[in-house]
């Protein structure tokens, strides 16, 4: 068991917790009350003990004030309090065990209780039961005995002077002098008198006079086999007895010096029971691993066999060792532990050989140990049964190296191993602790422990970011700190400098050490696997990214498709990749750079250029699905891979980015990057590719006028490529001349194709994407008839062989046009079907389009409240997702609304934010914003400002042309007019407003 937790130290410094009292005389006050918890002190004792009966003028005064300070300062200890003992008097209420003088008295007289309970002697009794609880007994006493003597320092009341304080000082010397002696004459009676043979030593220098300590190291000299020092130190005790007390050693030194001289017998040793204690050394600076310690904590107590596993320089030595030390109490029979050295230099040790060991460590003669392994075991497993013994296998190659050497019924095993073992867990019933990489606080913690804590709060950034360059693992936190603490003139920041200049396997080393490498711990995982499991870790270790898809690792194994998923089960199980996700793997990022050398070593040139054209291929082909997982890989790819010519295949699956208006600038630039090296290469496709992205890049960063400069190049590149090429040109041409508010040229380019995709049958994905926004183009003109059958043609590709992204763009678009012809309850029907198909994925750019329909049909049909609920939530969802560029649309969506429900300043102040948010808004949106102004000012009684922005947008509707709109426009701008005091106007406007919509009105009633 561990010592008490003090809180006020006598033993040394005055000290309540971890504060020192550094005033002698505050310090002073608390000793006189801590010396006798509990009881009264009157105010005169206490300012005699602490003025030395030499108080000034003011003491009373003086000494309230200390006792205020020192409550204070009790309030760090619970349940302790300073309080008044009648009217001149003082008491401290605090548990005795607290103070350490007290919890020294305590440990010792349960020691002294414990050791002086009646029993027969082991060596004397009949009864074995009974031998060993009376040897239980006497090391239960010889702990207490340890403990109390670790709570006692070198001196007492360390910084108090005076009269009281020397007096107490002496006694409390004498008290640990009797501790000291009653400590190291039970451990002479447990047989340990070699272990303390440097301590009494040192203690009979610095008590020259102490007889009973003299007679103590004369026992121990004489058990350790060295008679003539017995005999030296008799003769020096003798000489200065005489020399300074003038009298000669008492008469039990006088006999012991004659045993001594006739060897008597009596004099030898009791054989003390030995409980093998076979654990390395505790860790220094062990730091954090609180869940896994507490996982063993549990475990220990439910089953038999725990396997700690992990990769290589996590650290799981380290816990499984200082587990154990801290569960000695726990394992009377012994705590046992063995380096099978399964990932190690030289050979893995046999199960017969660590039988061996075990054995022999457990009492067997080495030749009473069966050569048959399964005789050996059987032997171990009969030895240990019943004895509570703790066996640590450490660093174990697999199952069955582990499987002989499980100890009997009623033993606790833990096996170590880069390996997840699962045929332990399978077939013996073992249960996992897996030991990761630290975490960020647990990481700093371990560097404070080597570097000292002041140096790491000083540069903690630098800190930081060096446990980020060790990838938080603990034996690459140790070699760094290890050099840093080597040279203590360099900063933190100086290494992780170097780390980052230079390549962090080399230097993530120690010289002259080879097991102390990151490198050398990943090579022998490395050199363990077979020879698939090592070629699919060196054609990862290819790869840019960071993470793989299962199905591309499928794509660039190189393996048959029924072999992968098992030589890819070996990698995980060596710790050397981890499954983070569903179907999803990633290497630590040291592991990582290790591959990549790896790679670079036994990969040809031509086979990692092979691979990297899988890669990209890979992502190419699926350009034109939904991104999801892949975006970030495919950025630092596109980020590694600047200079391959091909860097456009990689760089197009980013289209989905940009559609989702996320990481623009960004992407801008990749393309910019891969249009130069498709002109170099004069790769047609690429460069057509690319600049049809780059339209959209610049879309997206509300460039109208350079998106459709970018999309007519696009169109005069396509001209010698394949139809699929001239549709996605005439296509993306639409999107931005819809834009560009030209609704008539936006629609003959979609309708060319949407013609084009229907008439070679190739990519449904892009003919239901063109069609979606064909239906919008059309509906506004008021071509219903057109966009009906342009829906109906793309919904007979089959929806059961459409993919759910593709249903719900169709979906939407039934929505759009029945809310374009006025159907809003069949638009809402659609909306709820888009949203049974939404709940099973997220869809980026589509739930925007659906949430802003949601709004729209609403608002249309008069239900203004729910249409400012639907664009909220909306802006909430774009904030969510990160799709800043969405949220200045949607403000001034949200700003419709709010003309509608008559709240003119709000909605000037949302279309103010958007105007902000977004300064290069296309053409069509900003005629959009005019129609929307013209109705705040309206509001606001504003009438000759609203008759200006009425004007742009009856001016901009007619031009796309879009009808109702034109008709909403031309209504704002007659109520200017009427606001203006000119009805004739206002009629005429009105008017002109009931001609456009009636040819409109007649299309809805003819649909």
Sequence with gaps: MPPPLTRIRLLGPITIGSTRLGAPKLACVLAALAVRPGTPVAQTELIDRVWDGDPPDAVLNVLYSYVARLRSALKAVPGAAIRRAGSHGYVLDIEPGDIDLHAVRALRDE???????????PERTEHPEQAAESAERSDQALELWRQACDLVGDDALVGLSGRWADETRTALAAERLELLTERYAAELDAG???????????????????????????LAYYRSGRPADALTRFETIRVRLRDELGADPSQRLRDLHLQILDQDPQLDAVEAPTTPIQLPSDISGFTGRTAELKALDQLAESVPLVAVVGPGGAGKTALAVHWGHSMVDRFPGGLLSVNLRGFDEGDMVSPREALGRLLVAMNIPGEAVPEDVDAAAELFRATTADRRVLVILDNARNAEQVRPLLPGVGCFTIVTSRDRLTGLIALNDARQVPVGTLGKVEAIELLARILGAERVEAEVQAAERLAELCGHLALALRIAAAHV?????????????????RDRLDVLAVDGDPAATVTANLELSYRVLDDDTRDLFARLGTLPGEDFSEELIMSVAGLAESDTPRVLRRLVAAHLIEQHRARRYRMHDLVRLYAARTSEQELSNDERAALVERFMEWHHDRAFEPIGEEETNIFLACEALQDHPKLWRLVLPLRNTINEWRSISRVHRLIDVAILR????????GLFRMTSMQAGAHRSHGDSADALESSIRALALADSLSDREQATASGNLGIYLFDYADFTGSAASFIRAVDLLTATGHNPAQ????????????????????????????????????TPDQRLR???????????????????????????????????????????LRAQIHLHAGRPEAARAAFEEELALARERNMVSFEPEVLCDLADVLVELREYS????????????????????????HLVLAGIHNGLGEHDAALTQAKTAVDGFAAMPWPARHELALLALADAHAGLGEPEAAAEHRAAADRIAAPINRARRHR
């Design 111 to 121: 020691a002294r209780t414990i050791a002086a309970r009646p029993d027969e002697t």
């Design 192 to 218: 340990q008198h070699a272990a303390v043979l440097g301590d009494l030593a040192a203690l009979s220098d610095a008590e020259p006079l102490a007889e009973a300590v003299a007679e103590l190291l004369m």
């Design 485 to 501: 603490a080597s040279e203590p003139h360099i900063r933190i920041a100086d290494y992780v400098a170097e780390l980052e200049r």
């Design 678 to 685: 498709a002109e170099h290469s004069k790769d047609h496709l």
């Design 767 to 802: 003919l239901i994407f063109f069609t979606g926004n064909m239906i919008q183009v059309l509906a506004r003109l008021g071509r219903f008839d057109d966009a009906a059958a342009y829906l109906r043609s793309a919904w007979t590709l089959g929806e059961d062989g459409l």
């Design 810 to 852: 169709l979906t939407l678009s039934d929505a759009e046009f029945c809310l374009s012809t006025g159907e809003f309850n069949l638009a809402m029907d659609a909306i709820d079907a888009a949203d049974a198909i939404a709940r099973q994925d997220s869809y980026g750019q589509l739930d925007m389009w659906r949430q802003q």
């Design 906 to 929: 709000r909605a000037a102040e949302l279309v103010a934010e958007g105007h902000r948010r977004w300064p290069k808004m296309s053409q069509n949106f900003q005629v959009f914003l």
